[in-house]
């Protein structure tokens, strides 16, 4: 055998269940195509990041021996007690709650690497090859990652502009439970405010209503709710909503999740849980095999921009800042997409996404006209396709997810010029 041939590496099987990684194709047409305006891009605007204010609680965090040793030692797997005392609070003010009312405490509460960490330990934690998760269709593709990659099965429900369609999710139920598979059903998951990707907000009704179908269904054994509020603080207008999790008085059956990516620095990479006290245990455990507690100094840094007040006055300016961008798409969608028939999308009251729909004639993947023509203009999308979990043949195909969180106003406009030119190629 020659010396130099690579032996094979032999991978488990697991890692063969990944799915295709679409963000490397966007990301490598962006490098191909350096004048492409990305619309496609979900990262949070960099002019917002808190360098300053980051710099700043760093310098508390170190500014004794005593509290710069605690945050540079190892901290636990659940996270820093300083943390999960403030992020009760937050929690607390953000039910519209005092912590003493909450019904929980902060051992419920777990401090993780980024609200995905949460999302991956929860699968890992729950799912056996052939599990079944209910999904709203269009849904957060990562986490459609997550379910393939724990080999579970996902069942689709139908959403619209106020989300996954209660009547859909019972009925669903209904028929895993006629086909004796009920067993198998372990996880509902709902992006509860400003979806990725679809902009929408689950409406007050239907948030008691799915938390009510869970318990309803759950017979021999519990049928969680896992209610993702990535967006939840970045609200512009429109109706403030309580959580799934404030519906579930058993305080048992959502497992609540959040994150500071998206308001604060994705850098930090800080996330957390509230999760009922019986799963403590279990994703900590998990947790703890991946990684014996997430960066703890970034713990402490979080912990004092939250006790400073540092943190509530960015995120003023950070919903300032997305609001006017969300306008501006909005304002270009009208100008330049209102002539075409049978276009239309979704206003967002928060988030970073807008959400549209074209003739379902008109197919957005990588691979169709338009997506190859809107290159060429110097703009790209997120294919809405991508953004469904189940077999590709039963996935929407004239869809496209539009995010603002990168461009300026300017460049928003201009993208969303050369995205209408493209689409009007396409329908003549
Ligand atoms: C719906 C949703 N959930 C979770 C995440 C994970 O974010 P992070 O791990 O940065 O907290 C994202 C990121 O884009 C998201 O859109």
């Known amino acids: 055998m020659n010396s130099k041939m690579k032996l ?16 490397s194709f966007l990301m490598q047409q962006g490098v191909e195509n350096p004048n492409c305006i990305s619309l496609a891009a979900g990262l949070v605007d960099p002019m917002t990041l808190p360098v300053g204010d980051a710099l700043q609680a760093a310098s508390r965090v170190l500014e004794t021996e005593e509290s710069g040793r605690l945050a540079l030692q190892y901290g636990t797997t659940q996270g820093s007690a300083e943390l999960r005392e403030e992020l009760l609070k937050h929690f607390a003010s953000l039910e519209g709650s005092d912590v003493a009312s909450l019904g929980i405490d902060e051992t419920q509460l777990i401090a993780t690497t980024g609200s995905q960490q949460l999302l991956s330990l929860v699968c890992e934690t729950l799912f056996d090859p052939g599990d079944i998760c209910l999904v709203a269709g269009p849904t957060y593709f990562v986490f459609a990652g997550n379910l393939a ?13 106020d989300g996954m369609q209660p009547a859909a999710l019972d009925h669903a139920l209904e028929q895993i ?22 902009g929408v907000c689950v409406s007050t009704e239907r948030r008691k209503e799915i938390v009510d179908i869970a318990k309803k269904w759950s017979r021999d054994h519990r049928i969680l ?63 703890g095999n991946e990684d014996f ?14 006790r400073s007040g540092v943190y509530k ?16 798409m909005l304002a270009a969608a009208d100008r330049y997409f209102s002539d075409i028939d049978g276009v239309t999308w979704v206003t967002p009251h928060g988030g970073l996404y807008v959400w549209m729909s074209l003739p379902e004639s008109i197919a957005t993947g990588f691979e169709s006209p338009l997506f190859k023509q809107a290159v060429k203009n110097g703009v790209m999308y997120v294919p809405g396709e991508l953004c469904y979990a189940g077999p590709a043949e039963d996935r929407p ?29 396409v329908v003549r």
């Open 177 to 198: 439970a006629a086909m004796q598979e009920l067993h198998r059903v372990k996880l509902i998951y709902v992006v509860s405010y400003y979806d990725n990707p679809s």
């Open 293 to 306: 507690g997430s960066a703890n100094f970034n713990q402490h840094l979080i912990a004092e921009t939250l």
């Open 8 to 23: 094979p590496i032999l991978y488990s099987q697991r890692s063969h269940q990944t799915r295709d990684l679409a963000i």
């Open 397 to 425: 195909s004239h869809q496209m997810r539009l995010s603002y969180g990168v461009q300026t106003p300017d460049g928003i406009n201009k993208g969303m010029e050369r995205l209408a030119e493209a689409v009007k190629s």
């Open 149 to 161: 990659g724990v080999d579970a099965r996902t069942v689709t429900i139908a959403a619209d502009d």
């Open 225 to 287: 709710v896992l209610e993702d509020a990535a967006y939840r603080e970045l609200q512009y207008d429109g109706p403030v909503h309580s959580s799934l999790w404030s519906f579930d008085d058993s305080r048992d059956q959502v497992i609540y999740t959040q994150t500071f990516s998206k308001t604060f620095s994705p850098g930090i990479r800080v996330g957390f849980g509230v999760l009922p006290s019986d799963l403590v245990g279990p994703i900590c455990d998990r947790k």
């Open 313 to 328: 006055t960015h995120l003023q300016k950070v919903r300032a800042g997305y609001q006017e961008k969300r306008d501006a």
